[in-house]
């Protein structure tokens, strides 16, 4: 299978599994990909998601140019017709928290994977780049929209425009990354970051997610007023109360996600 997905720990660890074609996201893996989203999202037992590629020179290099040519349909076709394909990759989602662990090459429509996931880490040897321009294309998989949220203006403009490639030392700098580690030590750092996740109460987890989100879009006045909802709408939860309990009986609280 061209995407894996293996659940321990309240962790699903996905792999992007073409390891011979530098994990390139032909049609078959991005129908994996969203059911794998889809997975992480309803499944009780998943509390955080790890996405990675397997081998050790890239993450994901891309669009396989070789299986992506243009389509038999007009643009309109698809984008205004009936939903009947591939939904676009732009609109992988997930309530739940989702880890990047960059273990090599992520060009294209790989870094653009990458910016859909909450938490990026690399390996040292990771290599970043939307070279679009260069074969007279855009990063259309979200890439023009969430660089410039990620980095910034200037930095997100440099890479946008000339399509050329960044380091993990880089990458890091200007806030792409927000950690690089040996590459022999990316899965354990990926697993370690993802079971301080796991081990918060899971209602907590979503709702902190879904307000940096929702509350980045918002003026701050409606933010605050959001987080206040949000706080009430957990106070009379039971891992609120279970939290509270464990603290004064000095143990580790166990959540249930109520």
């Not at 669009?63 to 939904?87: C, N, Q, R, V």
Request: overall charge neutral; hydrophobic content about 45%.
């Amino acid at each position: 299978m061209p995407v894996t997905i293996e659940v321990s720990d309240f962790i699903a660890t996905v792999t992007l599994n073409r390891p011979e074609a530098m994990n390139a996201l032909d049609p078959e893996s991005a129908a994996q990909l969203h059911e794998a989203w889809r997975a992480i999202s309803t499944r009780e037992d998943v509390r955080v998601g790890i996405l990675t590629g397997a081998g050790e020179r890239a993450f994901c290099a891309g669009a396989d140019l070789k299986k992506t040519m243009p389509p038999a349909e007009s643009f309109a076709e698809l984008h205004f017709g009936p939903m009947t394909g591939i939904p676009p990759m732009s609109t992988l989602q997930t309530p739940k928290p989702m880890i990047a662990a960059l273990n090599g090459f992520a060009l294209g429509g790989g870094l653009e994977l990458a910016m859909l996931c909450d938490i990026r880490i690399a390996a040292d040897t990771a290599t970043f780049g939307l070279p679009e321009v260069g074969i007279g294309s855009i990063p259309a998989g979200g890439g023009t929209q969430r660089i410039v949220r990620a980095i910034g203006q200037s930095d997100a403009m440099l890479m946008l425009l000339t399509g050329e490639r960044i380091d993990a030392r880089e990458a890091l700098r200007i806030g792409l990354v927000s950690r690089v580690v040996p590459g022999a030590e990316l899965a354990a750092a990926a697993r370690s970051i993802a079971s301080r996740i796991a081990a918060n109460a899971p209602l907590a987890v979503v709702a902190a997610k879904r307000l940096a989100y929702i509350g980045g879009e918002l003026p701050l006045a409606a933010g605050l007023e959001l987080e206040q909802q949000s706080f009430g709408n957990l106070r009379d939860s039971g891992d609120r109360i279970e939290g509270r309990r464990a603290f004064a009986e000095k143990r580790q609280p166990r959540f249930q996600g109520r």
